[in-house]
């Protein structure tokens, strides 16, 4: 008797790496596999995606039964193949000791198209097992596929005409090639699963494609100051040097070849000091108050909902100001957008009120800002004016702080979130309930587009937490 089936997941999951799929099937409850908020965003994104592509092959049959209910879903599966539907949704199969859930089963004459649907803007080579494996099981279960579609976002699509929000990817080849593969892992998977934890040392899979959630269960803690910190120092070369005895950049030989930065990263770290060159000041003084502290959040939904915008287009639907004046005072201005509507005209309106008289408007890596705006310009022309009026005063404090200043603590990162709590005690991010940008950026989408699935007290709750976040980006 088999002890152990796979699913479509584990089955990918044993693909990057067996030891991954042996905690996976024995720990299912372990607290590396609870997602976190984002990785739960990534879910619901994913999902919503799915549920929308089925418009896009319509007249299927949906098999609603949870997924641990297989001998439901297999029959409901049976009944609607049966039945002449000319498509079935999540679809069920299990032949080999593999259960998989095929997003879409398209009817194509005599036999059927497996489309897989992602929410990606491309296919990509991580998805061949994917569809590979659900091929062999459907062929095994006696379905003859014809074709088999990857279903991806379509990134040239722009709302409202959302007639193109797909494309399909045809990797029928590439899945059939993989076949001997896919059977002969599946075999390895089922033997490895019902034997002890197998050795498997780290590598590559640790992080390709995805990061394994027990990474830190075969990875020793690095010690402070480790090589791979060193700023831009590729990860090959980082893994050289550590195979040398160079585990930390105090031991790095006197004669490697280090950038600017870098260097200037290591004199920090071996005198344990802040190191401030002499340039810092006529670099601060090319930027005379009033100056205007700016920082944008915002939103990139799969699936586009403003004119002009296409799938993950970053649309800015929050900012924070601080208004440094000649006499030395500040000032503190917020927006953030309430509800689904298109936030944008207000919001250009809103920034350039608040930046009003200001000789420079500084942020932080600020081709993110500049890009938001353009791209508002280039779906709104009408908001041209204001838009060019904030562009031409925007400059960066990253770069100044990048080529004149570096702190012990930065670790080998000019994040502002490794940046300020280096430079100035006492503040940071570690009080925040919301604390670095994609963490706003989920929240923002689920608060604004799909904010009526939300209690009100919560929603209130949700919001202050990214005003406060974001103000304190720009403080």
């Known amino acids: 008797m088999q002890a152990h089936r796979l699913s479509k997941s584990r089955f990918i999951a044993g693909w990057q790496c067996h030891k991954q799929l042996w905690w996976r099937t024995h720990e299912p409850d372990a607290p590396e596999l609870v997602p976190d908020e984002s990785l739960q965003a990534t879910f619901d994104r994913g999902r919503r995606v799915g549920e929308t592509a089925r418009a896009y092959v319509p007249g299927g049959v949906l098999v609603e039964f949870p997924h641990d ?5 297999l029959r409901t599966t049976a009944e609607a193949l049966a039945s002449g539907a000319p498509a079935v949704y999540e679809a069920s199969f299990v032949a080999d000791g593999v259960f998989v ?61 959302l007639g193109d929000l797909f494309f399909r990817t045809d990797l029928t080849a590439e899945a059939r090639a ?24 780290p590598g590559d899979q640790c992080d390709s494609p995805h990061e394994c959630p027990f990474k830190s269960r075969c990875l020793p803690e690095l010690p402070r100051h480790h090589v791979s910190t060193l700023y831009r ?13 160079c585990i930390t950049i105090l031991k790095l030989p006197p004669d490697y070849p280090l950038s600017e930065i870098a260097s200037r990263q290591v004199r920090a770290v071996r005198a344990n000091r802040l190191v401030v060159e002499p340039g810092l000041r006529a670099a601060l003084a090319a930027w005379m108050p009033p100056i205007a502290f700016l920082d944008f959040e915002t939103v990139a939904p799969a699936i586009p909902v403003w004119r002009g915008c296409r799938p993950y287009d970053a649309v800015p639907v929050q900012f924070s100001c601080h208004m440094l004046r000649a006499d030395g005072s500040l000032a503190h201005a917020a927006w953030l957008a309430d509800g689904a509507g298109d936030p944008r005209t207000e919001f250009v309106a809103r920034v350039a009120d608040s930046v009003s008289g200001a000789n420079v408007i500084l942020a932080w890596n600020a081709s993110f800002e500049r890009r938001c705006l353009e791209e508002i310009k280039a779906s709104l022309p009408d908001l041209a004016r204001p838009i060019d009026d904030i562009v031409r005063r925007i400059g960066d404090l990253l ?26 005690p006492g503040m940071g991010y570690d009080g925040l309930e919301i ?21 009100a007290g919560e929603r209130a709750h949700l919001r202050e937490n990214l005003l406060r976040y974001c103000e304190t980006d720009t403080l």
């Open 233 to 245: 120092l590729a990860k090959d070369k980082a893994a050289e040097l550590a195979r040398r005895g």
């Open 399 to 424: 770069p100044v702080v990048r080529n004149h200043v570096y702190h012990p603590d930065f670790n080998g990162s000019f994040s502002i979130k490794s940046v300020l709590p280096a430079l100035v």
């Open 101 to 161: 859930a095929v997003d879409i089963l398209e009817r194509a004459g005599g036999g059927w198209n497996l489309v897989e649907v992602k929410s990606t803007t491309r296919a990509k080579e991580e998805h061949l097992p994917d569809v590979a494996v659900q091929l062999h099981v459907l062929e095994r279960a006696g379905l003859r596929v014809g074709r088999i579609d990857l279903m991806h976002l379509n990134r040239e699509c722009r709302f409202p005409d």
């Open 69 to 73: 209910r297989v001998d439901e879903r």
């Open 435 to 455: 604390a670095e940008g994609q963490a706003a950026s989920d929240a923002l989408e689920i608060m604004l587009l799909h904010g009526e699935e939300m209690p």
């Open 178 to 201: 993989m076949l001997p593969r896919v059977r002969q892992e599946i075999g390895a998977q089922l033997r490895m699963l019902d034997g002890p934890l197998p050795d498997v040392k």
